[in-house]
């Protein structure tokens, strides 16, 4: 293998990755590292609380658009709405 100046190996760029991957993998993926940074409970406590997207964000540690999507997918505004309708019941 050919080495730097300084007997370190050089990196080939033949053994980049080609691009080739699983659709169905990457596609988990980009939803598994959002879920990860704001689970379900997360957004759950964050719409209850009524903390702002920036707020949450810094909180957090994710973007304000990772925040919001979460939020959105996993309907926390509405199912904390939907909890306290029904505890005033």
């Known amino acids: 293998m050919p080495t730097t100046g300084n007997g370190r190996p050089l990196i080939s760029v033949t053994n980049w990755p080609t691009g080739n991957y699983d659709k169905t993998m990457e596609e988990e993926a980009n939803w598994l590292g959002p879920a990860l940074l704001v689970s379900d409970e997360a957004a759950m406590h964050i719409a209850a609380l009524s903390l702002t997207i920036s707020k949450a ?3 957090y540690g ?3 658009p990772l925040v919001r999507m979460r ?3 996993t309907g926390a505004y509405q199912r904390v709405a939907n909890r306290r309708r029904f ?3």
């Open 87 to 89: 505890a005033r019941a």
């Open 71 to 73: 939020l959105n997918v």
């Open 62 to 64: 994710a973007s304000e």
């Open 57 to 59: 964000s810094d909180m």
